[in-house]
């Protein structure tokens, strides 16, 4: 698959992955001697991650058409509700940390895509525009999590939850440092190799555009539309639940006004970024990769040139206008 | 006589404003090709998509082998084995050929998989059966509307289907496609598919269906075998008065040349293209599907970046860079690809037919829209065009495909051109309608307007053209006037065999 | 040696963040500007994942102290292992949701900065009267302050707390929470509000509705044009302020580079350790008489 | 104008006004007895009123397929430097406050139309994505004003101004109570009495909506395309310069940090309420000024209630989603 897959990146992507590689070229002129650090590379791809794993959700509900602004909400409220479970289960089970982990993390991805379904039911169901849906179901989980902890936080009482979200596989050597594949960003490329796979040679991913490219004909040509739509909230749901899984370990806490806060325009950005067409119909999961991995690097770039924070803001913008021209002209 | 496959009885809709079928009932007998005629919104495509489960009937049954059956939706109509090449192009213009073809029929691997090369194959062995040459794997933007039509058929056909419902299918392609398509029907006939064919070209009907039924504002008027009825009796069935000659007498174009190409190159496209465009000429452009007979118009609009050559209008040279710039120079055009780039099919018909013209109705103090002069003139057009349509604000999405035809072309003679660009412009419009399109750009052209008349009709450029080039290639294969103009002829210089035989 | 002490904080969406950053800024340029071996970077964050990146980041220039204004407890992880890997940690605010992981820890007090100015408030008002509440954007430190505030006005029963509604910290949000309270409620003694920012906005509705039963307002966390107010005794609704100190960020960049450089506070008195390790700020009433004192022309807000 | 207006608004927006109507019935009945009363009325219309005229621009600019984030950005960007030569003109002129207004609120509005104009030539000439480019300058002027005010405030200097941003026009008697028309809600009701006309009676409106609807048949009917675009991003960025100029007269002063913040969503939220389609080619000024003013009743009548605020935040998510619900089903 890998090489079917690499071939597809090389043409359908060419600019988007020019666009990257100049990015990162100018990144490690700006950014040296710090950036092109194997550990700073790792940083980014796990700062990537968490807003990525989401992003590829996003991508799915974007190809169809549609948008999820429901994201960082429904991520604070499956995390609460899963740090919650779990510690229930910690105690219930007398301490077996392991079950209660999977217990919590099981939640939070049930959870996960309840939530999308939710969304997708009312979207499809109730025929409402998918803004609305998902700015009203924004606004209802973000303040049930609230509800739920005073404002305030949840704390694991797991320990080894908190070292799994800061553990690493794959360890190799680069010099004569130690690097290391974190979690996340394991989570992160397995889950977009999946859901590339899913849209590239599936009959769901070919549904999938059919369906955001013009909805008529797709029902005309026997497609159960809104199957299709109610699936693309479900998949994103998990997304979410999964990086709620993963972020809430990393922190070991879910502080409910802040968990998951701007997370719908940063997985959304990345997604358009990636070549994903707003108005639906074409996108690319290895193009919002692609995406997710360039805005961190801006963002990261920046910090190591050391700019001062209000001009980095100037020049983050101008960078992110830059780098889509670039990829726009190599089309 | 074999049962019935597909039996409609009582079958009546109703759209909310007057009924459109009214009490239809109709038997389609297994293995025959039906024809199916009628004026621009009879009805026919209305009566193809409730078959289709596209729309449900307001009262009425279908059977099909003697059972009710309720065709809720497309995935029910596909269940029955009914498939319909409809009047619109369907096809999702982001994903490539082959998956247009097989959408909703996917081939999987025994994983589950996608077969993608099994449906690329089966895609090159359908294009090739109809004789398209087209890359499974071409994105539908890039197609031109004659081979989107191909792609459509490839996609009825795709899946294993025992009705096929072809509506329109011919109203893009040039006799020689259209023959290849009307060997593959017959021999799809021969192999007991049954099939539903509508069109407006009633030689065709004549020459392809076993039996005929006509709709007149969505009544049943007639039903027999073809072998009874002649053609003049099937148009005088639809439309229920006598026809007379369907073209009407050519003028004398002048002298004077009004629009001139000069070695029009685009590189891939065009060659070296050079004609002159007389004042009051009808000027026919002949040639098969892709010979880049669009590709010139779109040229002239300034739609394509020309890498040499010049457009001359009066003498001048004309800087065309985009289709403002043409409008703005007389020239005005109407596209063959009705609803990709001829009207917004969500605007009313009013909207639509001022669109191009919108700065004539804003000659005010204030450059408001004169809405009531729009309104009579959008009127005149519904008046003489006989467009279907209860009221001015109806969108476009709503007409039947003929009166959308009319609309488009009321579009382009609406800015007043003199010189005109129409591409196909009897789509799928019924023969009365043609009539009247024919005397009207004969009138025009009478008035010095000079036409340029882009057709796969042979008929057409035939009845009005005062003179014919014949394209292949991207090139001009011939020029032919007067007695010159006939079928072989440009036949000979389409396909190129007289060129070869010559050499 | 050259001292890399990095800065992590929240970016400014209201007043009071504002003259924290512009404080943060101010440190900057004093330090460096008195001690060329000091290094300074600062980085405001948009939200805690932002933040947490923007210290891994601070970590990978290899930063040797590290002052970290927390958006919430999140950080505590990153907190930790920079502690761990030796940074000099100096940690505010909002805290970090586990002990000893941190060299110093600063921050204001936000249960006396609400009980000094709700008693205060309850003495003006005689002890009696309809009291308005508008709260910031609920968190914890939120919390802590309405608590504390409800918790001083049981003490006081002719006190009516008519209603507590959140105005976000932003001067809009609380302009139209003012304009439905003066809907609502036909008899206001006092509205209290959580920060200057929101009581100027809620100061303006009740000028709009050209009402007259208000008698007080009382915000807190002193910005410029509030004390000059007090001061000048020019706004006859504005009294007294409390303190809630923006500079408290730049207090602690001074912590950082002392304590990194391993100096004393002060090298005449007596220290067990070179610096304390935990540090309260008391909140300050705020009154006409001492009000030149919290007086900073400079600062932007 | 205003009997075809009215009629117009009865046939396309029946869904929506059926829906303001109802919220409005079950807001008095939530918000009883505060919600009617008149001063009220006219609190929650001035409430509105500021990022209704950014709605405004944004329903333009979204009938014409496009989308605008920088509104907040630019809001504060142009309000800075309208009082900074607000300020400048009145020590020039030697206290002459009119003119200083007069001077300010122009800036304003010129630089308002410029900021639209670089987001429509980046959009056009570009040919960048309206997310990404309006997001880049999002950035860009929000982090232009923290860097010109240092993240303080620009505080104007004259007294009249502020005078003006609280005034009202048009006293009239309800019983025995005076009330009278406050200048942003009078501003707002010329602005979209204007821009509806503009977008049903001219050539202009007519081909946002083509441009919108379908781009490619807009450019073969000889439609530029490219300058309608442009336009509506003008357009946006002169109503953007308008609730600045009166948001910063309210308020005196401009806090560059939150002066504008979250007004995109604000504004895109009641246009999408208001029936504009996300997708472009479609949509009325007269449905968004009802969006506008359902969002504002929404957030009022839970005010009035006195709920708690965790609860309001779950419920303003329900009362959304089911107003658009209800226009939905009567369409
Ligand atoms: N969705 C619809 N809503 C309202 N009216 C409709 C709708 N679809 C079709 N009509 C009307 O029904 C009538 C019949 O349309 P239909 O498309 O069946 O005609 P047709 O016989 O196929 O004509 P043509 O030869 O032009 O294709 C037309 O008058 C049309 O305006
Ligand atoms: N945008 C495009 N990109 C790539 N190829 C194109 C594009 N548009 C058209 N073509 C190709 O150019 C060729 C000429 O098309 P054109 O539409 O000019 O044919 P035509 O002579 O008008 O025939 P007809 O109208 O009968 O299809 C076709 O093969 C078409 O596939
Ligand atoms: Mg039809
Ligand atoms: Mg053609």
Redesign the interface.
Same mark, same amino acid.
């Given at each position: 698959m890998s090489a079917t897959t690499a071939k597809k990146i090389d043409l359908e992507k060419h600019g988007a992955l020019i666009a990257l590689g100049a990015l990162f070229v100018l990144a490690s002129v700006i950014g040296w001697p710090?950036f092109i !650090?194997p550990?700073?590379l790792v940083?980014v791809m796990? #700062?990537s991650s968490?807003?990525g794993i989401i992003a590829l959700g996003m991508t799915f509900v974007i190809i169809s058409?549609g948008?999820d602004l429901s994201v960082g909400a429904v991520a604070a409220f499956v995390a609460s509700c899963g740090v919650l479970f779990m510690n229930w289960v910690l105690q219930a089970a007398g301490g077996n940390e392991v079950l209660a982990i999977l217990g919590g993390v099981s939640v939070m991805i049930a959870l996960g895509f309840a939530a999308g379904a939710l969304n997708g039911l =009312?979207i499809t169901k109730?025929?409402?525009?998918?803004?609305?849906?998902t700015?009203? @179901?924004? %606004?209802?989980f973000?303040?049930?999590s =609230? #509800?739920m902890a005073?404002?305030?936080?949840f704390?694991s009482q797991s320990q080894l939850y908190?070292t799994f979200?800061?553990s690493k596989i794959f360890e190799f050597k680069v010099g004569d440092q130690a690097i290391s594949l974190p979690i996340p960003v394991f989570t992160l490329l397995v889950l977009a190799a999946v859901l590339a796979f899913l849209l590239d040679?599936?009959?769901y991913?070919?549904y999938l555009? &059919?369906v955001?490219?013009?909805a !008529?004909?797709? $029902?005309? %040509?026997?497609? !159960?539309i809104d199957r299709v739509r109610f699936w693309a909230y479900a998949i994103n749901g998990m997304c979410v639940g999964t990086t709620a899984a993963l972020?809430a370990a !990393?922190?070991? @806490?879910v502080?409910t006004?802040?968990?998951g =806060?701007?997370f719908e325009?940063d997985a959304? &950005?990345a997604t358009?970024?990636g070549g994903t067409?707003?108005?639906g119909?074409?996108g690319s999961i290895w193009g919002t990769i692609i995406g997710v991995f360039m805005l $961190?690097i801006i #963002?990261?770039m920046l910090?190591?040139a050391?700019l %001062?924070?209000?001009? #980095?803001?100037?020049v983050?913008?101008?960078v992110?206008?830059g780098s889509?021209?670039i990829q726009?002209q190599r089309q | 006589m074999p049962d019935a496959i597909l039996r409609v009885e009582k079958i009546s809709k109703d759209f909310g404003s007057g009924p459109v079928l009214k009490d239809v009932d109709l038997e389609v007998r297994p293995g025959e090709i039906l024809g199916i005629i009628g004026e621009n919104g009879a009805g026919k495509s209305t009566l193809m998509k409730i078959l289709a489960g596209i729309h449900q009937p307001t009262s009425g049954k279908v059977h099909v082998d003697g059972k009710a059956v309720r065709i809720a939706d497309p995935i029910a109509a596909r269940a029955l084995k009914i498939s319909l090449v409809p009047q619109e192009f369907n096809l999702i213009r982001d994903l490539p050929v082959y998956n247009n073809v097989f959408l909703g029929a996917e081939l999987r691997k025994r994983s589950g998989v996608l077969d993608k090369e099994a449906m690329k194959a089966r895609t090159r062995e359908l294009l090739a059966q109809l004789s398209v040459d087209l890359d499974p794997e071409a994105r539908i933007e890039g197609l031109s509307a004659a081979e989107k039509q191909m792609v459509e058929i490839c996609k009825a056909l795709a899946f294993d289907s025992r009705v096929l419902i072809m509506d329109e299918p011919t109203t893009m392609l040039t006799k020689y496609e259209i023959e290849i398509l009307f060997r593959l029907v017959t021999k799809l006939r021969s192999e007991g598919m049954t099939i539903l064919y509508i069109s407006h070209k009633l030689k065709e009907v004549k020459h392809l269906c076993d039996r005929v039924v006509v709709l007149r504002d969505g009544e049943l008027v007639h039903d027999g075998p073809t072998s009874d009825i002649g053609i003049v009796e099937m148009a005088q069935k639809m439309v229920g008065r006598e026809l007379g000659s369907i073209f009407p007498a050519k003028g004398k174009p002048g002298d004077e040349t009004v629009f001139e190409a000069r070695g029009v190159t685009v590189p891939g496209v065009l060659e070296d293209i050079s004609f002159q465009l007389r004042k009051g000429e009808i000027l026919g452009l002949a040639g098969l599907v892709g010979a880049g007979r669009t590709e010139l118009a779109e040229t002239v609009l300034g739609l394509r970046h020309k890498s040499a050559g010049t457009f001359l209008k009066d003498g001048r040279e004309l800087d065309l860079r985009e289709p403002a710039d043409a409008v703005a120079a007389g020239i005005s055009y109407l596209s063959e690809d009705r609803q990709g780039a001829g009207i917004i099919t969500t605007f009313t018909v009013t909207r639509n037919v001022t669109l191009v013209s919108l700065g004539e109705y804003c000659r005010s103090f204030f450059r408001l829209i004169d809405k009531k002069t729009e309104k009579t003139k959008v009127q005149g057009y519904v008046d003489s065009f006989h467009i279907k349509t209860d009221t001015l604000e109806r969108r476009l999405e709503n007409l039947s495909g003929g009166n959308q035809q009319k609309v488009s072309l009321a579009k382009a003679i609406d800015t007043s051109p003199s010189v005109l660009i129409v591409d196909e412009p009897t789509r799928g419009v019924d023969v009365s309608a043609k009539h009247e399109i024919y005397v009207f750009i004969n009138e025009l052209a009478r008035k010095g307007i000079s036409c340029l008349l882009i057709s796969s009709e042979l008929e057409e450029i035939i009845g009005m053209c005062d003179r014919v080039l014949v394209m292949r290639d991207g090139r001009i294969a011939g020029t032919l006037e007067g007695d010159r103009i006939t079928e072989e002829q440009i036949m000979y210089h389409a396909t190129g065999v007289q060129e070869e035989a010559a050499s | 040696k050259v001292y890399k002490v990095g800065v992590s904080m929240p970016s400014a969406t209201h007043g009071w963040m504002g003259n924290a950053n512009w404080w943060a800024q101010r440190a900057e340029k004093d330090w460096e500007a008195r001690d060329k071996a000091v290094q300074i970077e600062l980085k405001f964050s948009g939200n805690v994942n932002q933040q947490v990146a923007d210290i891994e980041d601070l970590l990978v220039k290899k930063v040797d102290a590290l002052v970290v204004f927390p958006h919430d407890t999140s950080v505590t992880s990153i907190v930790e292992k920079a502690f761990n890997a030796g940074v000099y940690v100096v940690v505010l605010d909002r805290g970090v949701s586990k002990e000893g992981i941190y060299d110093i820890y600063i921050t204001n007090d936000d249960e006396a900065y609400t009980r000094k100015g709700m008693e205060w408030l309850a003495k003006q008002m005689g002890f009696k009267g309809n009291l308005l509440l508008i709260t910031g954007i609920p968190s914890p430190i939120d919390t802590i302050r309405t608590d504390t505030i409800k918790e001083v006005v049981k003490k006081y029963p002719n006190i009516k707390l008519l209603d507590v509604q959140p105005g976000d910290w932003n001067r809009q949000k609380s302009l139209t929470v003012m304009e439905n309270y003066l809907q609502k409620y036909k008899q206001i003694d006092a509205v209290y509000t959580a920060d200057d920012d929101m009581m100027l906005g809620a100061m303006q509705a009740y000028k709009e509705s050209g009402r007259k039963d208000i008698k007080l307002f009382l915000g807190g966390g002193c910005l410029k044009s509030v004390i000059k107010e007090i001061m000048d005794d020019s706004n006859p609704l504005v009294k007294a302020d409390v303190t809630y100190s923006p500079s408290v960020i730049a207090t602690s960049i001074s912590y950082a580079v002392i304590g990194v450089k391993g100096e004393k506070l002060n090298p005449n008195v007596y220290q067990v350790r070179a610096l304390p390790r935990r540090i309260i700020l008391p909140s300050e009433l705020v009154t006409r008489e001492n009000a030149k004192d919290f007086y900073v022309p400079e600062a932007p807000f």
């Open positions: 710090y !650090r550990e700073n940083n796990r #700062q968490y807003t058409g948008i =009312l109730g025929k409402i525009v998918p803004f609305i849906v700015l009203g @179901t924004m %606004s209802i973000r303040y049930l =609230l #509800q005073n404002a305030g936080e704390a908190g979200g800061m040679n599936t009959r991913g070919r555009c &059919a955001g490219s013009n !008529r004909v797709a $029902q005309y %040509s026997a497609v !159960r972020l !990393r922190f070991n @806490t502080s006004p802040n968990f =806060l701007g325009m959304i &950005a358009i970024i067409a707003m108005a119909g074409r $961190q #963002q990261n910090n190591m050391g %001062s924070p209000y001009l #980095q803001g100037v983050k913008g101008i992110i206008i889509v021209y726009k | - | -």
